[in-house]
């Protein structure tokens, strides 16, 4: 009986003070439900108990392999990667990879799941008039060897496919990427013979019709996905009404710019699920599930109501069919991303609430310190600043030993079309000039506000892992996020307070006093959030020994980015 009060006190304590909204399901459980096993992180055997946890998980469908641009773990990207042109040998290291494969589609089949295979196409390094491979080589873009209009290339590229199907006959469904994942798509304003002056609306769909026609014969109960990546928004809806409408239908990301757990369903996502549902076609809305998301990596943030709520949100959408995880699930490590949208699947009627306190209850008289730090990691995503530039990611890969030069909001580009057009105006930052104080501004107080949220749930967390020890490497985790983002506000505020007190050298007159002690204090809290240690400890002694030398040669604005923190360093040139 104590124990049932304590666990209605601890409802009614999380419940009174929750100010997310409370959401549910509007419409019937989404149909199609794929997971993948591991992630580029984390590599995880295909074994009967893990495939069986993704099964038991309410997923009914899984993907075959991570299909990241790298390959992690040796995992497969393309066609090439796992078959062959009949008539020509095979690569010793695909003929390696295929009893592994057909192993998985045992294993996913034994579970009673579907199977899909991802991969790019056409594959962006090979050259379709000679055969040859050159693998990142800026030769690739001159012809360019990836011209859908080419028909060598188109040839080469149904040509794996056939084999694929005579290969692997039990998978169900295939997702092909046309850009990115080591595919390309020609310019119209290039120089290509078959492209030139052609838009990529008119070329594109038609290479779509020929891989659909070889996958699916005219008509088996094998489907097609295509994932419009790295086209702008205005190609997507010119291409969706020419698409086959039999055993064919679109997997998008929750929004035009990422797969983003704190921002899902914008304006595009609802757009491309009305053009599909009008034109006959289904769409899946594609997410990350899991504590280690590509926007945290290699860190795991535990968030659980951004998880349910990135599904319930795509889910809702008139159009969408089905949910996929984007990033990948980690099945039996305790994931709460995870077993919150486990227990989603398995109780589609609940509330965001009901299924946290479900999937909490484990923990028992520490459930309340669960749900608070829960909370506090979704706040602190929620406001991190993942807009202002794609590099705001991999935050576990940045040094808190920022750059000495004045801070910028460093910013990521590509020469696609999204990027050229949709994403430059999804993102603040796309280049890497010198910003207006209001923009480093505002990026300095979220950092802040979220770096004040993750100190929070470091601090639950702290007290939690002497209780349950899986709450020792979300403390180490915390704790980086944490520090990474007081290093990016702080880099950010000393370059502002440093950018005034030169206007007072400039201007011969004293520099002013409380911005003196406010760069005293700055460079104090930089030292202690590096825990004592790099060149910040002599920057500030440099200060306390001669401040206005201090200002006239440090934390000056520059033309020149030299990456010294690394790439993902997103304050320092």
């Given at each position: 009986m104590a124990l049932d009060m304590r666990r209605l006190l601890c409802l009614l304590a999380f419940l009174g003070s929750t100010t997310f909204a409370q959401t549910k399901l509007t419409g019937p459980p989404p149909q199609i439900r794929i997971a993948i096993i591991g992630n580029p992180v984390t590599a995880v055997e295909w074994n009967d108990e893990s495939v069986k946890a993704i099964a038991d998980a309410g997923y009914n469908a899984v993907q075959l392999n991570i299909a990241w641009g790298g390959r992690p773990h040796g995992e497969p990207l393309n066609l090439r990667d796992v078959v062959g042109i009949p008539g020509q040998p095979l690569d010793a290291k695909v003929k390696a990879r295929q009893p592994q494969f057909h192993e998985r589609i045992r294993l996913a089949k034994k579970c009673g799941l579907k199977t899909l295979f991802h991969f790019g196409s056409p594959y962006m390094w090979r050259d379709p008039d000679t055969g040859e491979v050159k693998w990142n080589s800026p030769e690739a873009f001159k012809k360019p060897f990836f011209d859908v209009g080419n028909p060598k290339l188109v040839e080469y590229e149904t040509g794996l496919l056939k084999?694929?199907?005579?290969?692997?006959?039990?998978?169900d469904d295939i997702l092909v990427y046309t850009y990115d994942q080591d595919a390309w798509q020609a310019w119209q304003f290039g120089s290509s013979a078959y492209s030139r002056g052609v838009p990529l609306h008119e070329r594109l769909p038609v290479y779509l019709k020929q891989l659909q026609q070889v996958w699916t014969h005219g008509g088996s109960d094998h489907r097609m996905w295509w994932e419009p990546w790295e086209l702008s928004a205005g190609q997507i809806y010119k291409i969706i009404p020419q698409l086959p409408k039999d055993n064919f239908g679109m997997i998008i990301h929750c929004n035009i710019a990422e797969a983003q757990i704190a921002k899902p369903v914008d304006l595009w996502f609802k757009n491309v699920a009305r053009l599909c549902q009008q034109n006959g076609l289904p769409v899946i809305g594609e997410g990350a599930f899991g504590e280690v998301t590509e926007e945290t990596q290699d860190l795991a943030i535990p968030c659980p109501r951004l998880a349910d709520q990135q599904y319930l949100t795509m889910a809702n959408v008139p159009g969408v069919v089905g949910i996929k995880e984007y990033f990948g699930c980690i099945p039996l490590s305790g994931d709460l991303n995870f077993a919150m949208v486990r227990a989603r699947q398995l109780h589609s009627e609940a509330s965001t609430d009901e299924l946290l306190q479900q999937i909490t209850a484990k923990f028992g008289a520490q459930q309340a310190n669960v749900l608070k730090l829960c909370d506090e990691m979704t706040e602190a995503m929620l406001i991190y600043p993942w807009e202002a530039s794609w590099m705001f990611r991999l935050t576990s890969h940045a040094s808190t030993d920022h750059?000495?030069?004045?801070?910028?909001?460093?910013?990521?580009?590509?020469?696609?079309?999204?990027?050229?057009?949709?994403?430059?105006?999804?993102?603040?930052k796309t280049n890497d000039q010198n910003d207006h104080p209001d923009l480093l501004e505002d990026v300095q107080l979220r950092c802040e506000v979220?770096?004040?949220?993750?100190?929070?749930?470091?601090?639950?967390?702290?007290?939690l892992e002497k209780s349950d020890p899986k709450f020792a490497q979300t403390t180490k985790d915390i704790d980086i996020f944490l520090r990474v983002a007081r290093s990016f506000a702080l880099h950010i505020r000393e370059t502002l307070v440093a950018r005034m007190l030169r206007e007072d050298l400039e201007q011969k007159k004293p520099m002013e006093e409380k911005l003196v002690a406010e760069m005293k204090k700055l460079l104090a809290d930089d030292v202690e959030n590096q825990h004592g240690k790099g060149r910040v400890v002599e920057k500030q002694a440099e200060f306390e020994k001669d401040p206005e030398k201090f200002i006239r040669s440090e934390l000056v604005p520059t033309d020149k980015t030299i990456g010294e923190r690394g790439i993902w360093s997103v304050t320092t040139r």
């Open positions: 084999e694929f199907r005579r290969e692997f006959p039990e998978v750059g000495w030069s004045a801070a910028v909001i460093r910013g990521q580009m590509a020469d696609t079309p999204s990027w050229n057009a949709t994403r430059r105006a999804k993102f603040m979220a770096a004040d949220h993750f100190a929070k749930g470091l601090e639950i967390s702290r007290k």
